[in-house]
Protein backbone atom coordinates (compact mmCIF):
# COMPACT_ATOMS: atom_id res chain seq x y z
CA UNK A 1 0.00 0.00 0.00
CA UNK A 2 2.95 2.30 0.84
CA UNK A 3 4.70 1.61 -2.10
CA UNK A 4 1.93 2.32 -4.09
CA UNK A 5 0.77 5.32 -2.30
CA UNK A 6 4.06 6.52 -3.18
CA UNK A 7 4.35 5.57 -7.13
CA UNK A 8 1.01 7.96 -6.94
CA UNK A 9 2.52 10.60 -5.41
CA UNK A 10 5.86 10.65 -7.55
CA UNK A 11 4.01 10.19 -10.88
CA UNK A 12 1.65 13.63 -9.10
CA UNK A 13 4.84 15.67 -8.71
CA UNK A 14 6.50 14.53 -12.52
CA UNK A 15 3.05 15.49 -13.87
CA UNK A 16 2.98 18.75 -11.90
CA UNK A 17 6.62 19.46 -13.06
CA UNK A 18 5.96 18.19 -16.44
CA UNK A 19 6.78 20.96 -19.29
CA UNK A 20 4.33 21.76 -21.96
CA UNK A 21 6.58 23.00 -24.88
CA UNK A 22 3.49 25.64 -26.36
CA UNK A 23 0.65 26.96 -26.00
CA UNK A 24 -0.71 28.54 -29.09
CA UNK A 25 -3.20 25.80 -30.39
CA UNK A 26 -5.23 26.06 -27.20
CA UNK A 27 -4.25 29.68 -27.23
CA UNK A 28 -5.78 30.31 -30.38
CA UNK A 29 -9.00 28.37 -29.32
CA UNK A 30 -8.88 30.81 -26.50
CA UNK A 31 -8.72 33.60 -28.47
CA UNK A 32 -11.55 32.71 -31.43
CA UNK A 33 -14.05 32.20 -28.73
CA UNK A 34 -13.95 35.31 -26.63
CA UNK A 35 -13.65 37.03 -30.24
CA UNK A 36 -15.84 35.92 -33.20
CA UNK A 37 -14.05 38.43 -35.21
CA UNK A 38 -10.76 36.54 -34.86
CA UNK A 39 -12.40 33.43 -35.39
CA UNK A 40 -13.49 35.14 -38.85
CA UNK A 41 -10.71 36.41 -39.54
CA UNK A 42 -8.62 33.14 -38.44
CA UNK A 43 -10.52 31.06 -40.99
CA UNK A 44 -9.78 33.13 -44.13
CA UNK A 45 -6.36 33.43 -43.48
CA UNK A 46 -5.00 29.86 -45.19
CA UNK A 47 -6.77 30.48 -48.53
CA UNK A 48 -5.65 34.38 -48.35
CA UNK A 49 -2.19 33.30 -47.86
CA UNK A 50 -2.52 30.80 -50.43
CA UNK A 51 -3.41 33.51 -52.75
CA UNK A 52 -1.09 35.67 -51.61
CA UNK A 53 2.01 33.60 -52.64
CA UNK A 54 0.83 32.34 -55.86
CA UNK A 55 0.19 35.91 -57.11
CA UNK A 56 3.26 37.74 -55.38
CA UNK A 57 5.89 36.02 -53.85
CA UNK A 58 7.91 34.55 -57.26
CA UNK A 59 7.86 38.19 -58.39
CA UNK A 60 8.47 40.20 -55.21
CA UNK A 61 11.80 42.40 -54.58
CA UNK A 62 13.74 40.58 -52.40
CA UNK A 63 13.69 42.00 -48.76
CA UNK A 64 15.69 41.92 -45.13
CA UNK A 65 12.87 42.47 -43.20
CA UNK A 66 13.91 43.73 -40.03
CA UNK A 67 10.99 43.42 -36.86
CA UNK A 68 11.40 45.71 -34.17
CA UNK A 69 11.22 43.82 -31.03
CA UNK A 70 9.50 45.16 -27.20
CA UNK A 71 10.47 42.86 -24.33
CA UNK A 72 8.42 43.36 -21.45
CA UNK A 73 10.14 42.03 -18.65
CA UNK A 74 7.53 41.21 -15.73
CA UNK A 75 8.79 39.88 -12.56
CA UNK A 76 8.13 39.00 -9.54
CA UNK A 77 11.30 38.00 -7.85
CA UNK A 78 14.90 38.98 -9.09
CA UNK A 79 15.97 36.06 -10.80
CA UNK A 80 12.78 36.57 -12.89
CA UNK A 81 14.26 40.37 -13.92
CA UNK A 82 16.45 38.85 -16.42
CA UNK A 83 19.80 40.73 -17.61
CA UNK A 84 20.10 42.38 -20.23
CA UNK A 85 22.78 40.18 -21.61
CA UNK A 86 20.06 37.50 -21.84
CA UNK A 87 17.70 39.42 -23.51
CA UNK A 88 20.41 40.16 -26.31
CA UNK A 89 21.33 36.75 -26.08
CA UNK A 90 17.92 35.76 -27.41
CA UNK A 91 17.56 38.31 -30.22
CA UNK A 92 21.05 37.47 -31.54
CA UNK A 93 19.76 33.31 -31.65
CA UNK A 94 16.19 34.99 -33.64
CA UNK A 95 18.84 36.49 -35.93
CA UNK A 96 20.84 33.44 -36.34
CA UNK A 97 17.87 31.35 -37.14
CA UNK A 98 15.89 33.49 -39.23
CA UNK A 99 18.83 33.73 -41.22
CA UNK A 100 19.60 30.39 -41.79
CA UNK A 101 23.67 31.71 -39.71
CA UNK A 102 23.17 29.38 -36.87
CA UNK A 103 26.29 27.12 -36.59
CA UNK A 104 23.87 23.95 -36.20
CA UNK A 105 22.79 23.91 -39.81
CA UNK A 106 25.48 21.54 -40.00
CA UNK A 107 23.11 18.85 -38.66
CA UNK A 108 20.17 19.17 -40.83
CA UNK A 109 20.25 15.99 -43.04
CA UNK A 110 21.78 16.19 -46.44
CA UNK A 111 18.56 15.29 -47.86
CA UNK A 112 16.44 18.82 -46.81
CA UNK A 113 19.66 21.07 -46.69
CA UNK A 114 18.55 22.18 -50.27
CA UNK A 115 14.99 23.70 -49.13
CA UNK A 116 16.59 24.90 -45.65
CA UNK A 117 15.78 28.53 -45.93
CA UNK A 118 17.28 31.76 -45.02
CA UNK A 119 13.85 33.73 -44.28
CA UNK A 120 15.32 37.08 -44.49
CA UNK A 121 14.23 38.09 -41.36
CA UNK A 122 15.96 40.04 -38.98
CA UNK A 123 14.51 41.50 -35.69
CA UNK A 124 16.38 44.42 -33.00
CA UNK A 125 15.43 45.69 -29.76
CA UNK A 126 13.24 48.61 -31.07
CA UNK A 127 15.23 52.44 -30.76
CA UNK A 128 11.99 54.24 -30.14
CA UNK A 129 9.01 53.78 -27.58
CA UNK A 130 5.06 54.50 -28.75
CA UNK A 131 5.14 58.06 -27.97
CA UNK A 132 8.45 58.64 -29.83
CA UNK A 133 10.88 58.75 -27.23
CA UNK A 134 14.91 56.76 -27.34
CA UNK A 135 14.30 53.03 -25.76
CA UNK A 136 16.59 50.04 -25.50
CA UNK A 137 13.39 48.21 -26.29
CA UNK A 138 13.45 46.12 -22.77
CA UNK A 139 9.98 47.25 -20.75
CA UNK A 140 11.11 46.42 -16.85
CA UNK A 141 7.79 46.15 -14.93
CA UNK A 142 7.65 44.78 -11.09
CA UNK A 143 4.36 42.93 -10.42
CA UNK A 144 2.76 41.01 -7.42
CA UNK A 145 1.70 37.93 -9.22
CA UNK A 146 3.88 35.14 -8.63
CA UNK A 147 2.42 33.16 -11.61
CA UNK A 148 1.02 33.90 -14.64
CA UNK A 149 -1.57 32.26 -16.59
CA UNK A 150 -2.10 31.58 -19.99
CA UNK A 151 -5.93 31.92 -19.59
CA UNK A 152 -7.55 35.65 -19.99
CA UNK A 153 -4.01 36.96 -20.79
CA UNK A 154 -3.03 39.01 -17.63
CA UNK A 155 0.26 39.69 -18.57
CA UNK A 156 -0.61 41.40 -21.49
CA UNK A 157 -2.56 43.93 -19.56
CA UNK A 158 -0.90 46.72 -16.33
CA UNK A 159 -4.63 46.59 -14.82
CA UNK A 160 -3.82 41.95 -13.85
CA UNK A 161 -0.30 42.40 -13.23
CA UNK A 162 1.21 42.47 -16.77
CA UNK A 163 2.71 45.11 -18.85
CA UNK A 164 0.36 46.97 -21.67
CA UNK A 165 1.32 46.52 -25.02
CA UNK A 166 2.99 48.58 -27.17
CA UNK A 167 0.85 49.29 -30.46
CA UNK A 168 0.96 45.92 -31.82
CA UNK A 169 0.69 47.27 -35.61
CA UNK A 170 4.45 48.65 -34.96
CA UNK A 171 6.14 46.40 -32.98
CA UNK A 172 6.63 42.58 -32.16
CA UNK A 173 5.53 42.52 -28.50
CA UNK A 174 7.88 39.76 -26.10
CA UNK A 175 6.25 39.29 -22.51
CA UNK A 176 9.14 37.34 -20.60
CA UNK A 177 7.94 36.14 -17.10
CA UNK A 178 7.12 33.25 -14.95
CA UNK A 179 4.03 31.04 -16.71
CA UNK A 180 2.78 28.65 -14.68
CA UNK A 181 1.68 24.75 -15.72
CA UNK A 182 5.05 23.98 -17.09
CA UNK A 183 4.19 25.82 -19.82
CA UNK A 184 6.93 27.01 -22.11
CA UNK A 185 5.60 29.86 -24.45
CA UNK A 186 2.39 31.16 -26.43
CA UNK A 187 1.68 33.13 -28.97
CA UNK A 188 -1.11 34.66 -31.16
CA UNK A 189 -1.24 33.80 -35.43
CA UNK A 190 -1.90 36.50 -37.18
CA UNK A 191 -5.34 37.89 -39.28
CA UNK A 192 -6.72 40.64 -40.46
CA UNK A 193 -8.60 41.51 -37.72
CA UNK A 194 -6.71 43.47 -35.15
CA UNK A 195 -6.15 41.53 -32.46
CA UNK A 196 -6.03 43.44 -28.94
CA UNK A 197 -4.14 40.16 -27.29
CA UNK A 198 -1.49 40.39 -29.91
CA UNK A 199 2.12 39.21 -29.44
CA UNK A 200 4.38 36.35 -27.71
CA UNK A 201 4.55 35.41 -24.20
CA UNK A 202 7.49 32.97 -23.14
CA UNK A 203 8.90 31.68 -19.81
CA UNK A 204 11.69 33.68 -18.27
CA UNK A 205 13.32 29.99 -17.57
CA UNK A 206 13.65 29.81 -21.37
CA UNK A 207 14.39 32.74 -22.89
CA UNK A 208 18.21 33.50 -23.90
CA UNK A 209 20.62 31.02 -23.66
CA UNK A 210 22.45 32.31 -20.87
CA UNK A 211 21.76 33.26 -16.92
CA UNK A 212 18.29 31.50 -15.77
CA UNK A 213 18.01 29.59 -19.12
CA UNK A 214 17.19 25.73 -18.14
CA UNK A 215 18.00 22.81 -20.32
CA UNK A 216 17.21 21.39 -22.35
CA UNK A 217 15.09 24.14 -23.78
CA UNK A 218 18.02 26.80 -23.25
CA UNK A 219 19.32 27.65 -26.75
CA UNK A 220 16.66 30.08 -27.59
CA UNK A 221 14.31 28.27 -29.84
CA UNK A 222 11.22 28.77 -28.06
CA UNK A 223 10.96 32.33 -29.21
CA UNK A 224 12.28 31.12 -32.70
CA UNK A 225 9.57 28.42 -32.06
CA UNK A 226 6.64 30.91 -31.46
CA UNK A 227 7.61 33.73 -33.51
CA UNK A 228 6.86 31.11 -36.07
CA UNK A 229 3.59 30.84 -34.56
CA UNK A 230 3.09 34.73 -35.03
CA UNK A 231 4.20 34.97 -38.61
CA UNK A 232 1.42 32.14 -39.56
CA UNK A 233 3.28 28.68 -39.49
CA UNK A 234 1.46 25.95 -37.71
CA UNK A 235 3.43 22.69 -36.05
CA UNK A 236 5.24 20.42 -38.55
CA UNK A 237 2.14 17.68 -37.69
CA UNK A 238 -0.33 20.28 -38.67
CA UNK A 239 -2.58 21.42 -36.85
CA UNK A 240 -5.76 18.93 -36.83
CA UNK A 241 -3.79 15.63 -35.38
CA UNK A 242 -2.66 12.63 -37.29
CA UNK A 243 -0.94 13.12 -40.15
CA UNK A 244 -2.14 16.42 -40.58
CA UNK A 245 -1.33 19.32 -43.14
CA UNK A 246 0.57 22.16 -42.06
CA UNK A 247 0.12 24.00 -44.97
CA UNK A 248 3.66 24.01 -46.59
CA UNK A 249 4.44 21.18 -49.12
CA UNK A 250 7.48 21.14 -49.00
CA UNK A 251 7.61 19.60 -44.70
CA UNK A 252 7.00 15.94 -45.11
CA UNK A 253 3.40 14.87 -43.70
CA UNK A 254 4.05 13.76 -40.00
CA UNK A 255 1.89 11.85 -37.75
CA UNK A 256 2.62 13.73 -33.96
CA UNK A 257 5.40 16.12 -32.35
CA UNK A 258 8.62 15.05 -31.23
CA UNK A 259 9.92 15.28 -28.17
CA UNK A 260 14.32 14.97 -26.88
CA UNK A 261 16.00 14.27 -29.91
CA UNK A 262 15.03 10.67 -32.53
CA UNK A 263 17.85 10.01 -34.73
CA UNK A 264 17.81 10.54 -37.89
CA UNK A 265 15.81 8.97 -40.05
CA UNK A 266 12.61 8.73 -37.59
CA UNK A 267 9.47 7.42 -39.59
CA UNK A 268 6.27 7.38 -38.22
CA UNK A 269 2.89 5.26 -39.68
CA UNK A 270 2.42 8.85 -41.82
CA UNK A 271 5.47 8.23 -43.80
CA UNK A 272 4.60 5.25 -45.34
CA UNK A 273 1.51 6.76 -46.27
CA UNK A 274 2.16 9.72 -47.96
CA UNK A 275 5.70 7.98 -49.17
CA UNK A 276 8.35 10.31 -47.22
CA UNK A 277 11.14 7.94 -46.45
CA UNK A 278 12.95 10.50 -44.88
CA UNK A 279 10.39 10.37 -42.37
CA UNK A 280 9.13 13.45 -39.73
CA UNK A 281 11.79 16.60 -40.02
CA UNK A 282 11.91 16.94 -36.40
CA UNK A 283 14.59 19.25 -36.65
CA UNK A 284 12.26 21.72 -37.70
CA UNK A 285 11.89 24.55 -35.52
CA UNK A 286 8.22 24.08 -35.59
CA UNK A 287 8.39 20.55 -34.08
CA UNK A 288 8.59 20.20 -30.32
CA UNK A 289 12.15 18.88 -29.64
CA UNK A 290 14.78 20.11 -27.66
CA UNK A 291 16.47 22.93 -28.26
CA UNK A 292 19.97 21.67 -29.26
CA UNK A 293 18.38 19.20 -31.81
CA UNK A 294 16.15 22.11 -33.85
CA UNK A 295 18.04 23.78 -36.65
CA UNK A 296 15.65 24.89 -39.66
CA UNK A 297 12.92 26.17 -41.06
CA UNK A 298 11.93 25.65 -44.70
CA UNK A 299 11.58 27.47 -47.97
CA UNK A 300 7.75 26.81 -48.01
CA UNK A 301 7.58 28.22 -44.60
CA UNK A 302 9.50 31.46 -45.29
CA UNK A 303 7.01 32.07 -47.89
CA UNK A 304 3.82 31.90 -45.61
CA UNK A 305 5.62 33.83 -43.17
CA UNK A 306 6.48 36.74 -45.39
CA UNK A 307 2.88 36.16 -46.52
CA UNK A 308 1.96 36.98 -42.87
CA UNK A 309 3.93 39.79 -43.02
CA UNK A 310 2.89 41.89 -46.05
CA UNK A 311 -0.69 41.00 -45.48
CA UNK A 312 -1.60 41.02 -41.95
CA UNK A 313 1.66 42.92 -40.41
CA UNK A 314 2.72 45.35 -43.04
CA UNK A 315 3.88 48.20 -40.51
CA UNK A 316 7.05 45.85 -40.54
CA UNK A 317 8.00 46.07 -44.28
CA UNK A 318 8.82 50.08 -43.77
CA UNK A 319 9.58 51.98 -40.31
CA UNK A 320 12.59 53.78 -38.71
CA UNK A 321 12.31 51.93 -35.64
CA UNK A 322 15.63 49.50 -35.52
CA UNK A 323 18.96 51.21 -36.01
CA UNK A 324 20.22 52.78 -38.95
CA UNK A 325 16.60 53.36 -39.50
CA UNK A 326 16.03 51.30 -42.66
CA UNK A 327 13.70 48.64 -42.30
CA UNK A 328 13.67 46.98 -45.68
CA UNK A 329 16.38 47.16 -47.82
CA UNK A 330 16.03 46.03 -51.23
CA UNK A 331 18.17 43.34 -52.80
CA UNK A 332 19.05 42.22 -56.12
CA UNK A 333 17.34 39.04 -56.54
CA UNK A 334 20.09 37.16 -57.74
CA UNK A 335 22.67 38.75 -54.99
CA UNK A 336 23.21 36.88 -51.29
CA UNK A 337 25.35 39.67 -50.84
CA UNK A 338 24.68 41.24 -47.04
CA UNK A 339 24.59 45.23 -46.56
CA UNK A 340 26.71 46.17 -43.55
CA UNK A 341 25.90 49.86 -43.72
CA UNK A 342 24.73 52.62 -46.03
CA UNK A 343 26.68 56.32 -46.21
CA UNK A 344 26.81 59.23 -47.49
CA UNK A 345 29.06 61.51 -49.97
CA UNK A 346 31.03 62.54 -46.56
CA UNK A 347 31.49 59.30 -45.31
CA UNK A 348 28.90 59.19 -42.80
CA UNK A 349 26.49 56.83 -41.78
CA UNK A 350 23.07 57.67 -43.38
CA UNK A 351 19.22 56.23 -44.54
CA UNK A 352 18.38 55.39 -47.28
CA UNK A 353 17.80 58.57 -49.43
CA UNK A 354 16.06 59.60 -52.06
CA UNK A 355 17.79 61.69 -55.30
CA UNK A 356 21.55 62.17 -54.02
CA UNK A 357 24.37 59.70 -54.02
CA UNK A 358 24.48 57.74 -51.30
CA UNK A 359 27.04 54.27 -50.82
CA UNK A 360 26.25 50.48 -50.15
CA UNK A 361 28.97 48.70 -47.88
CA UNK A 362 28.14 45.29 -48.74
CA UNK A 363 29.63 42.44 -45.90
CA UNK A 364 32.47 41.28 -48.31
CA UNK A 365 34.04 44.67 -48.73
CA UNK A 366 32.55 46.08 -52.08
CA UNK A 367 30.85 49.24 -52.46
CA UNK A 368 28.04 50.58 -54.60
CA UNK A 369 27.35 53.76 -55.41
CA UNK A 370 22.88 54.63 -55.94
CA UNK A 371 20.66 57.29 -56.79
CA UNK A 372 17.50 56.20 -55.91
CA UNK A 373 15.18 58.03 -58.03
CA UNK A 374 11.86 59.56 -56.39
ZN1 LIG B 1 3.88 25.65 -31.08
Same mark, same amino acid.
Given at each position: MRSLLTILLLSISLCSNAQHRCGTSIYTEQLSAKYEDYSKARSKVNKETEDWIKKNYHDQIKTIIKIPV?????????TENISDAQIFSQIDILNKDYRRQNIDTINTPNVWKNIAADCEIEFCLANTDPNGNTTTGINRVQTN???????????? @???? $?? !?????????? /??? &????? @???? $?? !?SPPS????? /??? &??IGYRYFGNTGTAQPPYHKGRTATHEIGHWLNLEHVWGAWGSCGNDQVSDTPIQETENYSCPSFPSTSICSGQSNTPNGDM??????????????????GQKSRMIAAINQYRPNLLSHSLCQGGVSAINKDITSSKKIVKIIDVLGRETQEKKNIPIFYIYENGNVERKIIID
Open positions: VVHVVWNTNVSSFSMNGDPVM @SSSS $GG !ADPWDQDSYL /NIW &VCDLG @SGLL $GY !ASWPNP /NDG &VVFMNYMDYTNDACMNLFTE
